[in-house]
């Protein structure tokens, strides 16, 4: 993968230019069907789609969604399209649309989860992620925010990417109104039973929570050290955003290193394990 920016942006590492990425290795390594377009429109369906111009043997197509969506988040699709054209295109000879929530959320399964996985590994790769933001720190809401403007991609993109390797016990959640949208724990924090389940019931978040009842500040931000009891049977420490004009509020949970495995409180539901182990939960 990294051979591909090399190739195509020397110099100019980040943020990594996916379409011209895009377009370059495609006309070099696949010329007789490489990529010929990349365009951007309001797409009310889905948030990206590969489609073969005509027939694949004349090349292919990326479109995205540009309505309502940051262009961050537009980079992403792409970079998630691309990765379904070099991956899965001769698998797809009718193209493939791709749902918002697989992309922002990064809750696909096959060929949707290696799309995302290519998409992030490119955008942001562990090498530099790590140099930035090492496996056992605590970043804070700017840390990762300064990662994100690094990379180009929404601040949520970069927080799951770091979830996906930090050694410290971590959650990212989403919510609206007091309510979880969804949730995602580092592998640590889902291995200690923390972790929220948001598939088929509502979470709602504790009415002490920054999230809920927080001091925002003029950036909207806000964040506390609870104690046991608030959001889990432990200290958490909270940094949250909100963000007016989406009506979403970013949070993420810092739990204390150290901690002794007693086990999870309650058995874990299938559901949430398998979401788990696809990467997207
Ligand atoms: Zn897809």
Redesign the pocket.
């Known amino acids: 993968m990294t051979q591909f920016w090399k190739a195509a942006a020397p110099g100019s590492r980040f943020p990594v230019n996916v379409e011209l990425i895009a377009e370059t290795v495609s006309a070099s390594r696949f010329p007789s069907d490489r990529i010929k377009a990349i365009k951007g429109g309001a797409i009310p369906d889905f948030d ?1 789609a590969l489609y073969p111009i005509d027939d694949p043997r004349n090349g292919w197509a990326i479109i995205y969604n540009k309505t309502d969506v940051s262009l961050e988040r537009q980079r992403f699709t792409i970079a ?2 691309f990765g ?1 054209y070099l991956a899965h295109r001769h698998l797809l000879p009718n193209g ?1 649309e ?1 749902d918002e929530k ?1 992309v922002t959320q990064r809750s ?1 399964k096959g060929i ?1 989860k290696e ?1 995302d996985e290519f998409a992030a590994s490119l955008l942001m790769p562990f090498d530099d992620f790590k140099a930035r933001i090492p496996a056992d720190a605590k970043p804070s809401l700017d840390d990762l925010g300064a990662a994100a403007e690094h990379y180009g991609v929404s601040l949520t993109a970069t927080a799951l990417r770091w979830l996906e390797y930090t050694e410290r016990r971590a959650v990212f959640m989403v919510s609206r109104d007091g309510g979880a949208r969804w949730a995602k724990s580092s592998e640590p924090a889902f291995k200690s039973g923390r972790f929220f389940r948001t598939v088929r019931e509502t979470y709602m978040l504790p009415e002490a929570s920054c999230a809920v009842n927080g001091n925002f500040d003029d950036m909207g931000r806000a964040s506390a050290t609870h104690p046991p009891g608030v959001w889990f049977p432990e200290e958490t420490e909270e940094f949250c955003i909100c963000s007016k004009k989406h009506d979403l509020t970013l949070t993420i949970l810092h739990l204390p290193k150290s901690f002794r495995w007693l086990g999870p409180a309650e058995p874990v539901e299938p559901d949430t394990f398998d979401r788990f182990m696809s990467g997207g939960r």
């Open positions: 990206g998630h399209e379904h493939v791709c697989v696909g949707e799309a």
